[in-house]
T-cell receptor, first 121, second 107 residues
């Protein structure tokens, strides 16, 4: 069973960049059969899909964030990454990494435990 | 974007109750709908995919129905572990979008 674990700074200053890493075990992000993605949840609110990446390097983003976000992967480390630029307080959220089958793109069948990122000076 | 609307937002129930949550899509999503359960402080857990297919290990008291624009999640007999928030999600067309959530709380 694949396991995912987010890691990141916890606190980011406004206007700076947020960077998160998702470390994958029990499965390979080199697999052609899966997508690897990020979802966020502001405190007390619902879920928002940020984007995903495939081992081929193909990536897709939520248009609401596309101008500020990059998702990439390092197959040698079995990790994938999120970078969100020019953050504001509205980007404060729990950030989850997740995966799902390519044949059902968008379905998320394994999730990390989440990382709370607070944007504050 | 496809908008997903759940009702009710809060559902008060007792152990053993049968409960139903409704999810409506703003356009036809065929059966490309998932249901997730989220307990406080935890990540969402996939319960049902393609509207009615139960994930392995999910108790049979959970069931899903629907197609097109209207879907339901039913818990046949509410257990203590089921008091949580439930989200529907469409994966017909990106950006993948979620309902606002239904919190099932103890009456």
């Amino acid at each position: 069973q694949v396991q995912l674990q987010e890691s990141g700074p916890g606190l980011v200053k406004p206007s700076e960049s947020l960077s998160l890493t998702c470390s994958v075990s029990g499965g390979s992000i080199s697999s052609n059969n899966y997508l690897w993605g990020w979802i966020r949840q502001p405190p007390g609110k619902g879920l928002e899909w940020i984007g995903n990446v495939h081992s081929s390097g193909s990536d897709h983003y939520n248009p609401s964030l596309m101008s500020r976000v990059t998702i990439s992967a390092d197959t040698s480390k079995n990790q994938f990454f999120l970078k969100l630029n020019s953050v504001t307080a509205a980007d404060t959220a729990v950030y989850y990494c997740a995966t799902g089958p390519l044949v059902a793109a968008g379905l998320l069948d394994s999730w990390g435990q989440g990382a709370l990122i607070t944007v504050s000076s | 974007d496809i908008q997903m609307t759940q009702s009710p937002s809060i559902l008060s129930a007792s152990g053993g109750d049968r409960v139903t949550i409704t999810c409506r899509a703003s356009q036809d999503i065929n059966k490309w709908l998932a249901w997730y359960q989220q307990r406080p402080g935890k990540a969402p857990k996939l319960l049902i995919q393609k509207a009615s297919n139960l994930q392995s290990g999910v108790p049979s008291r959970f069931s899903g129905t629907g197609s097109g624009t209207e879907f339901t999640l039913t818990i046949s007999s509410l257990q203590p572990d089921d008091f949580a928030t439930y989200y529907c999600q469409q994966y017909k067309s990106p950006p993948w979008t979620f309902g606002q959530g239904t919190k099932v709380e103890f009456k």
